[in-house]
């Protein structure tokens, strides 16, 4: 039986099984509510290029200005309730994101708005543009200002950052990995979280409120998706020093 010591080595332990992420069902309640305003936003944004293409179908030729007024009136209108109805919608997919495994759910819901968008303005805009009944100013005009409000709809519309289940999870994940607890901080003009409240890029003169929660809730709410990167190296070493470094054993006589 071997007499010498035996020390162990730290670190070799069995990397901890990530949980995939699952909205509450206080946050999926809220999702559900947020998208049906967005869908009755979206309907009636429809309704009013459906009333647009009514006075145009409909009025005098030459368009007499009345009916200039009611079909830009009708556009902006139309243009308003779209972005409103996507940032609603955005915000209940930050609450309750789609998986990246299923390509075509995922696409559909984080872009439905920018969808919407095309439905809500692009039958117009054919419609001037093939109506015989206008001249090619008329055209110009009010075809140039469906087509603005289409593009300008389907930017605000579209998510550039579409949230996914695989997304929270990896980035919860790294959190409980540095601290033991899903719990970051940040403040109402901030772009990243934090793990430290104390941190100097959160705790400074100008913060009169730190908000304190999950890494869901900094995305719900803020739409906050980065770590802050002095947090990060300070947790880090903190991490490095707590298990400390492996020991080199002394060669054999």
Known sequence: MTTKKITKVKGGEAAPKKTTFVPTPEAK???????LFAALLWALAIAAQAGAIFVLVKCAK???TSAWVWMISLIAVDLILVIIGSQLWKKANRLDPASKQDKV???LQNQLGAIIAVIAFLPLVILVVTNKDLDGKQKSILGGIAAIALIVAGLASFDFNAPSIEEYSEQTARIEE??????V???KSGTKYHIDENCQHINTSRTDEIFSGT????????????????????????LIGSTGAPKTAAPDE
């Open 215 to 238: 890494v869901a809730q900094a995305r719900a709410l803020k739409n906050i998706t980065e770590l802050c990167k002095t947090c990060e190296n300070k947790a880090e070493k903190a």
């Open 178 to 183: 540095l601290t033991g607890q899903n719990s």
């Open 185 to 187: 901080f940040w403040t």
């Open 105 to 107: 759910r995922f696409f």
């Open 62 to 64: 030459p368009i007499e």
């Open 29 to 35: 309640g809220k999702a559900m509510q947020l998208r």
